[in-house]
T-cell receptor, first 111, second 112 residues
Framework: EPEVTQTPSHQVTQMGQEVILRCVPI?????FYWYRQILGQKVEFLVS????????KSEIFDDQFSVERPDGSNFTLKIRSTKLEDSAMYFC?????????FGSGTRLTVV | DQQVKQNSPSLSVQEGRISILNCDYT??????FLWYKKYPAEGPTFLIS?????DKNEDGRFTVFLNKSAKHLSLHIVPSQPGDSAVYFC???????????FGPGTRLSVLP
């Protein structure tokens, strides 16, 4: 069964550093998403991406965040200057129709 | 402002019995709803969906009911199995399948 692959599974970074979270969506999917889940809280929408541009973003997705699909297969989330409150599980998802397929997530720990 | 609510943070059910997970929403523009299951250390897994033109959708042991007037949906799992133990998220969309809003989740424990 096709999978959405996320790397790394766990990333520890110092506050103020830049991190890039990587995702390989399912190859025939057209819509791509990032979600996050802070420990003990609900899954929150960050951004959706279609046709090489952001189609929607939430209030969480401020100027420190950016997304890119650099080579037609990878879909990355960059956090420019990480804050302690960015510590969370970050889920990538892709979709072609009914429902999303999520990756297994990257746990980001900002220290 | 929580647009999608799952008021029971946890639920315990005996194996073989019915599990009923509830979800309420406030935005009348939502027209598409999904249930996801999530195991620890894994991403959410799509279970079942329903659009606002229907009031019931069934897939094997899983049935989702939608009551638009009450802005309420529920997921029924019959019979419940220990492998169903997970966190269940309700999600809603107002643009038919894009950009979902997730509820906070309900942790289901199916006891053998």
């Amino acid at each position: 069964e096709p999978e959405v692959t996320q790397t790394p599974s766990h990333q520890v970074t110092q506050m103020g550093q830049e991190v890039i979270l990587r995702c390989v969506p399912i190859s025939n999917h057209l819509y791509f998403y990032w979600y996050r889940q802070i420990l003990g809280q609900k899954v929150e929408f960050l951004v959706s991406f279609y046709n090489n541009e952001i189609s929607e973003k939430s209030e969480i997705f401020d100027d420190q965040f950016s997304v890119e699909r650099p080579d037609g297969s990878n879909f990355t989330l960059k956090i420019r200057s990480t804050k302690l409150e960015d510590s969370a599980m970050y889920f990538c998802a892709s979709s072609v129709g009914d429902g999303y397929t999520f990756g297994s997530g990257t746990r980001l720990t900002v220290v | 402002d929580q647009q999608v609510k799952q008021n029971s943070p946890s639920l315990s059910v005996q194996e073989g019995r019915i599990s009923i997970l509830n979800c309420d929403y406030t935005n009348s523009m939502f027209d598409y709803f999904l249930w996801y299951k999530k195991y620890p250390a894994e991403g959410p897994t799509f279970l079942i969906s329903i659009s606002s033109i229907k009031d019931k959708n069934e897939d094997g042991r899983f049935t989702v009911f939608l009551n638009k007037s009450a802005k309420h949906l529920s997921l029924h799992i019959v019979p419940s199995q220990p492998g169903d133990s997970a966190v269940y998220f309700c999600a809603a969309s107002g643009d038919y399948g894009q950009n979902f809003v997730f509820g906070p989740g309900t942790r289901l424990s199916v006891l053998p």
